[in-house]
């Protein structure tokens, strides 16, 4: 039952654009107005045809002469060229077409139209040459009762089109304006929409890959195809002599609109069909490269501008054939663009119909051939597949984004739910651990002191054992200084490092002091301030305050400085003590990591933890040190405005 409904889309498209077509027939064709008629050379008017919405078309009844007949009764369209059917003849060559105008009626200005003549020409009216030029012309004369002969004098020699194969209009400047304008509009949007389509495709190549790029392709062919309208326009202002060959580039857009539109068909298909594809290109490739070595034989082999316009029309039918066997496989394959490619190729099919059963029998009087329309409906109908396809290409992309952000959500919270397990793991590790630790150690030096039994042998392996036992208790030393670093959570606010500095003096002055350290404070000239956590500051200048008390002798001393500079704060802690050798400067902020000479007492925690407290702020820290000297950490850190009340969860 679903099979059967994919067919339906197609078969509606087949009503729906046969029924324009036949619209398009009855409603805007030159060779469906009503009278009058020219017959015999001779078109009789009256005042009231000149006042019709419509002007008059100037099929009917003139006389042709040219080198083979003389007056021969004939209409305009009936031959594209001056051919007329004999192949044995060129198709180029001079003519004159002469029409009798009676006219039954006041005197008035009017206008005549002569489009797209591929022919030099000179027009006349009662022996009076009023126009000449190549591609299209207008001429403007008062129309007074009576007769008046109008000729229309030609001369080509390329192309295969020659003579006066488009029906002039006949009517007031007023009329003719307004069926210009409108037809000027058309072909304006015709040639704009296309182009606007193909910047639009600029921005999808990277996401819409090659088939973004071959509907550009086919925009670009099919404004081509449609700019012939101003190069005609521009004839009549200027002598165009690029008009003449004009054709060629008509043809070649002509072509690449076909190639594009299978290429587009196989590449929406998703069918797997490499081997077809091949074939069809080579197809379609070779045969425009022999119809554009046709078009410029014709001026020498006068058969190949028949056989031309036969390959043309079989080009024509197997883009029609390809189109819709890729189409069709797209079906097999069950892709959402087959709605698209077969409604293109069933538009395709019904303008290649209409082509061929309404030749030389349908001209627009203000928009376009059938084959325009049928270009400019597969334009919008791949326009529709590119925006369709862009949207679901956007609403995917939405989807795996919200998506990928539930995800993330829900590791973060497996993470952070890790990150506290771990936390109260290692809480209760060090809480737990801590008391047999502390009693082994009382056990050792118990039996140490009671000296029963303790030979040399004994001796060493209980400094062994309380080795170990006082590595185990500062590494439990340092987790609960990581623990009580964990538990600080909570807001950023602005920190005055004047006051700051001043908390540090009050806090470490005492103990400087006891051990005979100077302890000096410098604060900035200015006060500055920054975004930070008091408490984890107070922790920062704890262990770095601490370790310069551990490496200064007495009577040393310990400066602690800040000032700023380029929107930054520097804030530096010296001492004046043992210094740290050269080779361990590198690896001081590494976490346990315990110097040479600090062993006994350290953690190897103390300046790991300050690292990262000062890269949580956005800080940098530096140490510079001199063994015998003095060693030297200095701090930058971002500057918050005085008096900002911002603040930050961390």
Same mark, same amino acid.
């Given at each position: 039952?679903?099979?059967?409904?994919?067919?339906?889309?197609?078969?509606?498209?087949?009503?729906?654009?046969?029924?324009?077509?036949?619209?398009?027939?009855?409603?805007?064709?030159?060779?469906?107005?009503?009278?009058?008629?020219?017959?015999?050379?001779? /078109?009789?008017?009256?005042?009231?045809?000149?006042?019709?919405?419509?002007?008059?078309?100037?099929?009917?009844?003139?006389?042709?002469?040219?080198?083979?007949?003389?007056?021969?009764?004939?209409?305009?369209?009936?031959?594209?060229? /001056?051919?007329?059917?004999?192949?044995?003849?060129?198709?180029?060559?001079?003519?004159?077409?002469?029409?009798?105008?009676?006219?039954?009626?006041?005197?008035?200005?009017?206008?005549?139209?002569?489009?797209? /003549?591929?022919?030099?020409?000179?027009?006349?009216?009662?022996?009076?040459?009023?126009?000449?030029?190549?591609?299209?012309?207008?001429?403007?004369?008062?129309?007074?009762?009576?007769?008046?002969?109008?000729?229309?004098?030609?001369?080509?020699?390329?192309?295969?089109?020659?003579?006066?194969?488009?029906?002039?209009?006949?009517?007031?400047?007023?009329?003719?304006?307004?069926?210009?304008?409108?037809?000027?509009?058309?072909?304006?949007?015709?040639?704009?929409?296309?182009?606007?389509?193909?910047?639009?495709?600029?921005?999808?190549?990277?996401?819409?890959?090659?088939?973004?790029?071959?509907?550009?392709?086919?925009?670009?062919?099919?404004?081509?195809?449609?700019?012939?309208?101003?190069?005609?326009?521009?004839?009549?202002?200027?002598?165009?002599?690029?008009?003449?060959?004009?054709?060629?580039?008509?043809?070649?857009?002509?072509?690449?609109?076909?190639?594009?539109?299978?290429?587009?068909?196989?590449?929406?298909?998703?069918?797997?069909?490499?081997?077809?594809?091949?074939?069809?290109?080579?197809?379609?490739?070779?045969?425009?490269?022999?119809?554009?070595?046709?078009?410029? /034989?014709?001026?020498?082999?006068?058969?190949?501008?028949?056989?031309?316009?036969?390959?043309?029309?079989?080009?024509?039918?197997?883009?029609?054939?390809?189109?819709?066997?890729?189409?069709?496989?797209?079906?097999?394959?069950?892709?959402?663009?087959?709605?698209?490619?077969?409604?293109?190729?069933?538009?395709?099919?019904?303008?290649?119909?209409?082509?061929?059963?309404?030749?030389?029998?349908?001209?627009?009087?203000? @928009?376009?051939?059938?084959?325009?329309?049928?270009? @400019?409906?597969?334009?919008?109908?791949?326009?529709?597949?590119?925006?369709?396809?862009?949207?679901?290409?956007?609403?995917?992309?939405?989807?795996?984004?919200?998506?990928?952000?539930?995800?993330?959500?829900?590791?973060?919270?497996?993470?952070?739910?890790?990150?506290?397990?771990?936390?109260?793991?290692?809480?209760?590790?060090?809480?737990?651990?801590?008391?047999?630790?502390?009693?082994?150690?009382?056990?050792?030096?118990?039996?140490?002191?009671?000296?029963?039994?303790?030979?040399?042998?004994?001796?060493?392996?209980?400094?062994?054992?309380?080795?170990?036992?006082?590595?185990?208790?500062?590494?439990?030393?340092?987790?609960?200084?990581?623990?009580?670093?964990?538990?600080?959570?909570?807001?950023?606010?602005?920190?005055?490092?004047?006051?700051?500095?001043?908390?540090?003096?009050?806090?470490?002055?005492?103990?400087?002091?006891?051990?005979?350290?100077?302890?000096?404070?410098?604060?900035?000239?200015?006060?500055?301030?920054?975004?930070?956590?008091?408490?984890?500051?107070?922790?920062?200048?704890?262990?770095?305050?601490?370790?310069?008390?551990?490496?200064?002798?007495?009577?040393?001393?310990?400066?602690?400085?800040?000032?700023?500079?380029?929107?930054?704060?520097?804030?530096?802690?010296?001492?004046?003590?043992?210094?740290?050798?050269?080779?361990?400067?590198?690896?001081?902020?590494?976490?346990?990591?315990?110097?040479?000479?600090?062993?006994?007492?350290?953690?190897?925690?103390?300046?790991?933890?300050?690292?990262?407290?000062?890269?949580?702020?956005?800080?940098?820290?530096?140490?510079?040190?001199?063994?015998?000297?003095?060693?030297?950490?200095?701090?930058?850190?971002?500057?918050?405005?005085?008096?900002?009340?911002?603040?930050?969860?961390?």
């Amino acid at each position: 039952m679903k099979r059967h409904r994919v067919w339906l889309q197609p078969l509606a498209v087949l009503v729906m654009t046969a029924f324009f077509f036949l619209v398009l027939y009855y409603g805007d064709n030159k060779y469906y107005t009503p009278p009058p008629y020219g017959k015999s050379g001779v /078109l009789r008017l009256s005042g009231a045809d000149l006042e019709r919405k419509n002007p008059v078309f100037l099929i009917d009844g003139w006389l042709l002469t040219d080198g083979r007949v003389t007056d021969k009764p004939t209409y305009i369209g009936e031959f594209s060229n /001056l051919q007329r059917g004999d192949l044995a003849v060129s198709p180029h060559g001079q003519a004159r077409y002469q029409l009798t105008l009676c006219y039954d009626g006041a005197g008035r200005v009017v206008s005549v139209d002569f489009p797209q /003549l591929y022919s030099g020409y000179s027009v006349w009216l009662d022996g009076v040459r009023l126009d000449r030029g190549t591609g299209s012309g207008r001429i403007t004369f008062l129309l007074t009762e009576g007769e008046h002969i109008l000729s229309v004098e030609t001369s080509s020699e390329a192309g295969y089109y020659s003579g006066m194969y488009f029906p002039p209009a006949l009517g007031t400047e007023g009329t003719l304006l307004q069926v210009g304008s409108i037809q000027g509009f058309a072909y304006a949007s015709a040639f704009l929409i296309p182009l606007a389509l193909a910047v639009f495709t600029l921005f999808l190549w990277r996401t819409g890959g090659s088939l973004a790029r071959w509907f550009g392709l086919l925009c670009c062919s099919y404004a081509l195809y449609v700019a012939r309208y101003f190069v005609f326009l521009l004839s009549y202002f200027a002598s165009f002599s690029m008009v003449t060959y004009w054709f060629l580039l008509q043809s070649f857009a002509m072509y690449v609109l076909c190639f594009c539109v299978v290429r587009l068909t196989v590449l929406a298909s998703g069918a797997v069909c490499g081997k077809a594809w091949r074939r069809f290109r080579l197809l379609l490739i070779a045969l425009p490269v022999a119809l554009t070595a046709l078009a410029l /034989l014709i001026p020498v082999l006068p058969w190949a501008v028949f056989v031309h316009g036969r390959m043309t029309d079989f080009y024509y039918a197997a883009t029609f054939c390809a189109s819709a066997f890729f189409s069709a496989r797209s079906v097999k394959a069950q892709g959402w663009e087959n709605r698209y490619t077969m409604a293109g190729c069933t538009v395709f099919g019904v303008g290649l119909l209409a082509n061929l059963f309404f030749s030389n029998r349908f001209e627009p009087i203000r @928009f376009f051939w059938q084959f325009e329309w049928c270009g @400019f409906l597969l334009v919008l109908l791949f326009g529709a597949m590119m925006v369709s396809r862009s949207r679901r290409i956007l609403k995917e992309n939405e989807v795996l984004t919200n998506h990928l952000e539930d995800q993330v959500k829900e590791r973060t919270k497996e993470v952070t739910q890790l990150l506290n397990e771990r936390k109260a793991f290692f809480s209760d590790m060090a809480h737990d651990l801590k008391a047999p630790v502390f009693a082994t150690q009382s056990f050792i030096e118990a039996i140490r002191r009671s000296g029963v039994g303790v030979d040399a042998e004994l001796k060493n392996y209980l400094d062994q054992a309380q080795a170990k036992q006082w590595e185990m208790a500062r590494r439990l030393q340092g987790l609960s200084k990581m623990n009580a670093l964990d538990r600080i959570d909570g807001e950023r606010v602005p920190v005055s490092v004047g006051e700051m500095l001043s908390e540090v003096y009050a806090t470490h002055c005492g103990e400087a002091q006891v051990q005979s350290v100077y302890l000096i404070v410098k604060p900035p000239k200015q006060d500055a301030f920054l975004l930070a956590q008091p408490e984890k500051m107070e922790i920062l200048f704890e262990n770095l305050i601490y370790n310069a008390l551990r490496a200064t002798p007495p009577d040393g001393s310990i400066t602690v400085s800040a000032w700023t500079a380029d929107g930054k704060i520097r804030i530096a802690v010296e001492d004046t003590g043992c210094g740290i050798p050269k080779e361990e400067l590198p690896y001081v902020f590494r976490r346990f990591y315990v110097g040479a000479g600090n062993r006994e007492n350290g953690t190897g925690l103390g300046l790991y933890i300050v690292h990262g407290i000062v890269s949580e702020l956005g800080g940098t820290i530096d140490v510079d040190s001199t063994v015998g000297k003095g060693t030297k950490f200095v701090m930058e850190f971002p500057a918050k405005a005085a008096g900002s009340r911002q603040k930050e969860r961390v």
